[in-house]
């Protein structure tokens, strides 16, 4: 695993060796190149500060939105969502139609998109919290 310090090191390394500039990270390393290259060994940057704290606040937001739904609407996204539980197998544990069950789940959704409001969207959107919300949707 390389730590910021061991990656800024290696960069500096590379530098000094003669890669002189950021594009020398994308050449092939070693004598095989398959594709491999300096650039691909480094780690992910890692997200700032702000960026965080933006996808803490969203989540916060997220979960005291969910807080509000019934006992029963939270029960429903917890079995399709966190339990995988498919629209079918709802619907026959609760003795209605798969189509109830999409009929709940639009109202469900269109409830919490209205108590989120437009600025959840434009302010989490590009957070990793709101992408796997959006993976999510079945």
Do not use: W
């Not at 390394?13 to 290259?37: K, M, W």
């Not at 029963?72 to 609760?94: D, W």
């Not at 302010?123 to 992408?131: G, K, L, P, S």
Request: charged share 25%; net charge neutral; aromatic share 6%.
């Amino acid at each position: 695993l390389l730590t910021p310090l061991r990656r800024d090191r290696l960069l500096g390394r590379a530098i000094l060796d003669g890669f002189g500039s950021y594009e020398a990270l994308n050449q092939p390393v070693g004598e095989v190149s398959e594709g491999v290259t300096l650039e691909s060994k480094l780690p992910a940057p890692q997200p700032s500060l702000e960026y965080r704290v933006l996808e803490d606040q969203c989540i916060e937001f997220f979960v005291q939105v969910l807080k509000q739904l019934s006992t029963g609407e939270r029960a429903l996204l917890r079995r399709l969502y966190l339990e995988e539980e498919t629209q079918r197998s709802l619907a026959k544990s609760l003795g209605i139609t798969p189509a109830a069950i999409s009929i709940r789940l639009k109202k469900i959704h269109a409830r919490l998109a209205a108590m989120l409001g437009t600025s959840f969207e434009d302010e989490c959107a590009n957070t990793q919290f709101c992408a796997a919300l959006q993976r999510s949707d079945p």
